[in-house]
């Protein structure tokens, strides 16, 4: 008999994540890959290579799907369901931590907090806007100052003198960051320096007004910099948790509730094979039917039309049957 497994997709602008979990919840396997702008290729491409691994012996119970690239995803694999960020990394943050009260999540262009109590979101915020909060932020400033990011936390970390760089924006920190370079101010003190301004800069912004309470835990890939957690607990005063999977917890989160959400039901995922042989393919048209000039992404597969969004009156994401042609945009 094989072992049921349950699968975890989150798409997000920068990367898309990949997790196989079991009927324990237990992670199995867990993929990385950049998503560059084409998150359907690159979403068959780590199926793909998960079936490579296992072969026939996967038989996957239940699949589910979040990030940016949610809706999409779950059209291309078949997912039994769909929910947001917020929701997948609450999740997997009450799994391995049952207590926790914070998650502080920082991507590459993205950050969240969440408040937990009881094992119940009870507040949320977003930055989507500025640079200055996130990942990239620190990836521009260790590409100009010619450090592999992985080097940024190891270096960072052995700052005696940290220098004070202004975080509320992105371009201003830079320039702050060159001013502070010219002085002759050493490496490790610059790289901190911009560890406290993004950290001040996410506590300013998305928590402002809010109480952060322990356990506190640290997820996104920026978890990864451990220059980033000693900003964090210098700033809070409190000690913070990074947990193992940290930069796939969006994944696990939707795996772990496509696993409850399918007990007892057959799952709609198309299966491994059928995805390798489907062709998927996106294309959009303005509306002009009204004011709101609705940007619609029409999704085909192997040239049929599957769904489509993006109209606010929903003209066209309730009927597949809309005729484009009728309407007044050719």
């Avoid at 989150?10 to 998503?35: A, C, K, P, Q, W």
């Avoid at 004070?164 to 010219?182: L, N, T």
């Avoid at 509306?287 to 489509?308: K, M, P, Q, T, W």
Wanted: include cysteine.
């Amino acid at each position: 008999m094989k072992e049921e497994f349950f699968l975890g997709i989150d798409i997000g602008s920068v990367s898309t994540n990949v997790v196989l979990i079991d009927i324990n919840g237990e992670v199995i396997e867990s993929m990385y890959f950049r998503t560059q702008g084409k998150p359907i290729e690159i979403l068959q491409k780590s199926l793909c290579t998960l079936y490579e691994k296992y072969g026939d012996s996967l038989k996957i119970k239940g699949v589910g799907t979040t990030g940016s690239g949610r809706h999409l995803a779950s059209l291309v694999v078949g997912a039994d369901i769909v929910k947001n960020e917020i929701t997948a990394h609450a999740k997997a943050a009450i799994f391995f931590v049952p207590d926790v009260r914070t998650v502080i999540e920082i991507g590459g262009q993205d950050s969240k907090i969440i408040l937990i109590k009881d094992k119940i979101v009870i507040d949320f915020a977003m930055n989507t806007i500025c640079a200055a909060g996130t990942g990239s932020f620190l990836d521009r400033q260790a590409e100009r100052l010619n450090i592999p990011i992985e080097n940024f936390g190891p270096i960072a970390i052995n700052s005696k003198n940290p220098v004070r760089i202004a975080g509320r924006c992105a371009v201003f920190a830079e320039s702050d960051m060159i001013h502070k370079q010219q002085l002759g101010h050493p490496c490790e003190d610059i790289l901190f320096g911009l560890c406290l301004a993004l950290a001040r800069n996410y506590l300013t912004n998305l928590a402002k007004g809010k109480k952060l309470e322990s356990p506190i835990l640290f997820q996104g890939g920026v978890a990864a910099n451990i220059a980033m957690k000693k900003a964090f607990e210098q700033l809070l005063g409190v000690q913070i948790i990074v947990p193992k999977y940290y930069n796939v917890m969006g994944a696990i989160g939707i795996a772990l509730l496509a696993k409850e959400s399918t007990k007892g039901l057959i799952t709609k995922f198309k299966g491994f094979e059928n995805l390798h042989k489907c062709r998927f393919e996106t294309k959009g048209f303005e509306c002009h039917d009204c004011s709101n000039f609705c940007e619609i992404v029409c999704f085909y597969s192997n040239g049929n039309l599957v769904a489509r969004w993006g109209d606010k009156c929903q003209k066209y994401s309730s009927n597949r049957n809309h005729h484009i042609e009728n309407s007044k945009n050719l």
